[in-house]
Structure formats: C-alpha cells, structure tokens
C-alpha cells in the first residue's frame, strides 16, 4: 500500500519542494514540526528524491516521529519546544545548505492550501454562503480565502481559533502581528504563539471574521463527530447483517 498522509499539510509542503530549482532540491530540505508537517515534507521528499531532514521538540510522541521515519526521512530530536527546534532546523539549513520548508508562512506553501478552497467550491452543490476555517499560523484560511474570494468574493470566510491561541484574532484587532507571551496546547495544531507575515497580510485583506471557541466547545465538538462516525458505521454493519 502506497504511503499516505492524512492532512492538508502535504499540499503546501509539496508545492513548495516541487518549485524549487533542481541544484537546491538535491542539497535537501529541513523543516521542524510536531507532527503533520513533518510527515508531508517527508512524503514530498521521496516523491521528489531529495534528502529530508525532520526537526522536532524531544517532547514529540514517539507514535508521531515514528511515522515520520517509516516514510523515509531523517528525524532529529531537539528542545523543549516548537520554537526551540524551528531554530535549530533554520541553523541547520544555512550551515548545509538546505532549503527550511516552513510550516505555513511561504507563498509556495500557501498557493498549495489553495486546493482546498478550489475542491471545496467545486464539490458544494447549491448556494455556497459562508467558510469556516480552522486557523494555527494561518496557511490553511489564507489559501482557501485567497481562491474562494477570487472566483466567489461574496462567500464570507470565517476563522475558527482556540480562545487560549488566540493570535490571529488579536493580529487583526491591532492591526499588526501580535506575539502571544503562551498559548494553550489542547488544540496542538493550531497553537501558535505568532501567525505567519505573508499569511496575516492576505487574512487582513480578505477574512470576514474571527470566532473562537472554548475548550469545552472543542470537546463537544469532537464527541458529535465521533457520535456520527460511530452511528454511521453502527448503521452499516447492521445493514450487512441479514435479520
């Protein structure tokens, strides 16, 4: 069975790595990551035949770093935190060359989210009125809102953000980046302490509004979807099942 990976991640980090100039892509690539990131940098690279090197905090589970390693790239360990380990890949990347994929904050990387908005437009049937979005660093809702507002402008797009990583909420309040001094790591996609320069410039022209959510809403959210996977599989099997 063909490797496969189960995030919107891979569309931006291929983008990416697939554009680069053939001398750069054969010096390698680098990123740091907690987890789905690293695991589409890492499928890229054996698409595209080129060395990866994946940088994540020691705090990483061992479930997520072995995965990254079983699609063929090479898995450093280091720091505490994300931070701490983006510094190290960027370290690493000027001392050997490499090209550093970054999570979200790279034009390449945000055209590649784009598809979503694309297959989104294309599979809705009917009136299309509004796009939630969930939002970390800001890749995913700047792409989409960059393809969904170019042949839709009316459609609104709307950020979904954790009310403890609230960072692309208060950006757009300011009107500038704003650091957040700590961010709550329920929601770990999506807790980011900054959003991206390139994707909070293309938020703040485009984006309609900002909702966040508490905890316990994330968590109720989860028990319904997991309720109707659970019903849907329950209501399958028991067609199957002859009575």
Known sequence: MAPHVFSFKIRGAYNMMANLPKKQLEKGVICSSTGNHAQGVALSAKKLGCNAVIVMPVTTPEIKWKAVERLGAAVVLVGD???????????????????????????????????????????????LHAIFVPVGGGGLIAGIAAFVKRVLPEVKIIGVEPCDANAMALSLHHGERVVLDKVGGFADGVAVKVVGEETFRICRE?????????????CASIKVRVSIIFLSKFRSFMHGVNV
């Open 81 to 127: 935190s994300y931070d701490e380990a983006e510094a190290y890949a960027i370290k690493r990347a000027k001392e050997e060359g490499r090209t550093f994929v970054p999570p979200f904050d790279h034009p390449d990387v945000i055209i590649g989210q784009e598809t979503v908005g694309m297959e989104i437009v294309r599979q809705v049937k009917g009136l």
């Open 206 to 218: 485009l984006l309609d509004g900002i909702v966040l959510v508490s905890r316990d809403a994330i």
